[in-house]
């Protein structure tokens, strides 16, 4: 673009200042808003790519097929023992394992435990994971006395002094005393490893794992294998079925690959791909959010070529007169499509500032820590400068550069595209609001639905419950954890303390069984078992359909040390009655099922909803241990302020088992971990959407004030000859809403097929009502009718003698 084409797009802007900011700032907010997300998509997609040799690791999955089991699907975990016995029949297989993670053992400094993220990890772990190391080597982790701690754990307790050599006490299964052998740099915020301090993994299974070391079913922690390229991977996975037949046959019964496969995972995609309602809303949510930004710059484009489109006519005569001086079509094309580009590149920069002030707010928002790295942004914005800029242009270029020089210079004014130019920018209004009103509406659901399952029926009361997990801790004896249980019992405010392996807030042990049924073949449905101790109906208060809960009076209730094969009590949830084949909650009662393993159903309850909102009621009975279950959780039942409990609570866990850090935590604060990720979805959605929603209104505000501007002589005629302002308003109005409710034909199948599909991951969801389309079509009415109002009024009450004589 030559000097005289910067003189002549700075006379255009200068000349037209509020098209200017118009046309300049709807670009730059849209590509802000694109900018903004596509970080967060690239930040999303970018895990664990910042590992050497990522593309050649892949993650073990477990993957289950058992009908009517509430464990189906793969899942990214493995049996402890796995990599071990996979050694075995394939010599040389290059593998590791990480067991724990994120708050998965502490630090005990005085007598006193702290929780870190301590992972136990296999002496090839460097072989797959190669982190970089600050001092010393990964290969030291062969040695299972020391640790490897990372650049922060070394500053937290050593401060600027030399790690190397020094000691920690590292509780995991068993505190131990350690030495430190190296320091790894801290793991990137793009990566699912937890871990801040490593050791090595035992050679025999630790304390207490042994039952479920090497048994085929459980799923303890993560197998990670290394292969050299794709096919590689894909032949090894062909030949599990029959290694899972081969070992697994004496714990999963003939056949174990009809009903588990293990599978590979790459690592690169493990974060968004793993299967399961959690990752899957995942995934849709990064989608859903790059296609909103996408969506957002492309309203922002469409603003442009319409405001550009409307504003062509006012350059014909400057079109003219260069033609009639020797300007060819050509020279024309490339001075528009060259203005059309600085433009964009103006609004780029704008677009860059904006992002830049944005992002602590979007941070904020969406609990982010996005930042812009504008080695990659800068070069990126001028690709986009470009690419929107001669996209963006082209038309307008294409439209100013044909008009005729002989038929502009005579005309009484200057050429607006006629009928097929007015009818080609109310198309890009339908395209702008079509997208807007599909926006308005998928925030609505969102919104909906997130309030929906922040204020859904659990089963119980979230409020005034506290939930000590740290009682399951290997560090606590049973005879510890009964003493604790019992101190707990008697703190001021404290109602009920009920012991569970799994509780509020997910975690703990997850555990199904077949329960075959009288007269029926096979071993029957899956059902979750849950197993409690005393106090648990007392705090979580569950709704009794029929029967009764579990009494110390009655001895059958109690599973402790049950040996002789009678029938024990088991109180089941409503979902599990016509799992087991009852006709009602009544008929259930007293009926034994379970084959060789007799139980009789003495209660039912409604369904206590322990898990994430994106997973499904499972049909779930519950055992009683009197004495109670090892490894438990305590839930407190308590009244008054929360604070003064946690305080109470941590005052008597440092006093009885300071050797173990304390991890108790409301089921308010559990519950909202699962709602975490799709109310920060609900924020930026909105952001984005509200954004869009203003671009739209900014072309339409600027192609209300040029058609308003173009149609003054018309509007005096029209009230010359007794039209009143009333009725000029309502014309102007009514064709500008035209284009604007034709929208909805293109919102709606939009929105309908996108929201269907993230309700889908929801198993108790909001329906999708027709209220929320007709209330986006309402909400986007009302904004295009007080976006146009102003002009429109404006221009009905000019007097007609001013507007004839206005040209």
């Known amino acids: 673009m030559n000097r005289f084409g910067f003189q002549s797009l700075y006379r255009s802007l200068s000349r037209h200042k509020l098209y200017a900011a118009l046309n300049i700032g709807g670009l730059a907010v849209g590509i802000a808003v694109f900018l903004i997300l596509s970080l967060f998509v690239r930040f999303e997609t970018s895990f664990e790519k910042w590992l050497p040799h990522a593309d050649e690791l892949y993650l073990v999955q477990s993957e289950w097929t058992v009908p009517d089991s509430p464990v189906q699907g793969a899942y990214p975990y493995t049996m402890s023992g796995l990599l071990e016995q996979m050694r075995e029949d394939f010599p040389g297989l ?38 970089p190391m600050l001092s010393g080597e990964g290969k030291a982790l062969a040695d299972p006395s020391v640790t490897l701690i990372s650049r922060s754990t070394a500053r937290k307790y050593f401060g600027d002094a030399n790690p190397l050599g020094r000691t920690m006490t590292i509780a995991f299964d068993e505190p131990k005393l350690y030495r430190v052998a190296g320091v790894f740099e801290d793991l990137p915020a793009n990566t699912d490893l937890k871990a801040s301090i490593l050791i090595n993994m035992p050679a025999t299974p630790p304390p207490g794992a042994a039952d479920y070391w090497f048994h085929w079913g459980s799923t303890s922690l993560r197998t990670y294998l290394r292969f050299p390229d794709a096919e590689a991977a894909r032949a090894f996975e062909k030949r599990m079925p029959e290694f899972v037949n081969r070992r697994g046959a004496a714990y999963l019964g003939e056949k174990p690959s009809e009903i588990m496969a293990i599978s590979l995972l790459p690592l690169t995609r493990a974060h968004l791909q793993p299967a399961g309602q959690e990752s899957a809303s995942r995934k849709l949510t990064v989608a859903a959010l790059g296609i909103v930004g996408l969506l957002t710059l492309l309203i922002a484009i469409v603003n442009y070529v319409n405001l550009a489109t409307a504003r062509a006519g ?4 400057e079109v003219a007169m260069r033609k009639v ?14 203005e059309a580009v600085l433009t964009v590149a103006v609004a780029a920069f704008l677009g860059l500032i904006l992002a830049e002030l944005g992002l602590p707010l979007v941070n904020a928002a969406g609990g982010l820590s996005l930042t812009l790295p504008y080695a990659i942004v800068v070069p990126g914005l001028l690709l986009l400068a470009l690419i929107v800029g001669v996209a963006a242009g082209f038309y307008p270029a294409l439209m100013l550069s044909r008009f005729p020089a002989a038929s502009v210079l005579a005309s009484a004014r200057s050429p607006g595209g006629g009928r097929a130019g007015t009818r080609a920018r109310e198309l890009l209004v339908v395209l702008q609001f079509g997208l807007a009103i599909a926006f308005i509406i998928g925030t609505m659901v969102l919104s909906a639905q997130t309030r929906h399952v922040r204020t859904s029926d659990l089963g119980f009361r979230r409020d005034g419950l506290l939930v000590v997990q740290s009682l399951a801790d290997s560090g606590v004896t049973e005879a510890q954890a ?31 069984d077949s329960v075959a049924i009288p007269g029926r073949p096979g071993s029957g449905p899956s059902l979750r078992r849950l197993t409690i101790g005393p106090g648990f109906f007392e705090a979580y208060a569950p709704r009794l ?4 809960l579990f009494d110390d009076a009655y001895g059958a209730d109690n599973n402790s040390g049950w040996r002789d094969g009678l029938p024990r009590n088991i109180v089941i949830n409503r979902k599990a009655v016509s799992t087991l084949g009852f006709a009602s ?14 139980r009789t159903i003495v209660g039912v309850i409604d369904e206590l909803r322990f898990f994430t909102p994106r997973l499904p009621d499972d049909p779930t009975y519950y055992v009683y241990y009197r004495d109670s279950p090892g490894e438990s959780f ?4 308590y009244s008054g302020d929360a604070q003064a409990m946690e305080q109470a609570v941590g005052d008597l866990w440092r006093r009885m088992a300071p050797q173990v850090p304390l991890n108790a935590r ?14 920060r979805a609900t924020r930026l959605f909105a952001i984005g959407s509200g954004l869009a929603v203003l671009i739209g209104c900014v072309g339409l505000w600027g192609l209300a004030s040029f058609n308003t501007q173009r149609r003054v002589k018309e509007i005096g005629i029209r009230k010359t000859l007794g039209a009143s302002s009333t009725d000029v308003a309502k014309l102007l109005v009514g064709q500008f809403l035209r284009p604007v409710l034709i929208a909805n034909l293109v919102a709606w199948p939009l929105a309908f097929v996108a929201m269907r599909a993230w309700l889908a991951g929801f198993d108790d969801r909001v329906a999708l009502s027709p209220l929320f389309f007709i209330g986006a079509t309402l909400a986007a009415t009302l904004i295009a009718v007080l976006t146009v109002l102003a002009q429109s009024l404006r221009a009905s009450r000019a007097a007609p003698s001013w507007a004839l004589r206005h040209e």
């Open 94 to 131: 290059l593998g590791t394992r990480i067991r724990g993670g994120e708050r998965g053992g502490s630090v005990i400094q005085g007598g006193v435990a702290t929780m870190e993220d301590v992972a136990q990890v296999d002496s090839s772990f460097f072989q797959l994971f190669n982190l």
């Open 634 to 637: 305590a839930t407190i039942r």
């Open 482 to 512: 009964r003493q604790i249980v019992t101190a707990l019992r008697a703190l001021p405010g404290v109602k009920a303390v009920g012991v569970s392996d799994t509780a509020a807030g997910g975690g703990g042990n997850n555990n199904t």
């Open 314 to 317: 006012l350059r014909a005569r």
């Open 666 to 679: 409301t089921a308010d604060s559990l519950f909202n971990e699962f709602y975490q990720a799709d109310d």
């Open 585 to 598: 909650p009544e008929e259930a009662i007293g009926k034994t099922v379970g084959g060789k393993q007799p």
């Open 545 to 548: 359909v029929a029967g009764r």
């Open 325 to 338: 001086l020797g300007a060819d079509r050509g020279a024309l094309i490339r001075q528009f499509l060259g």
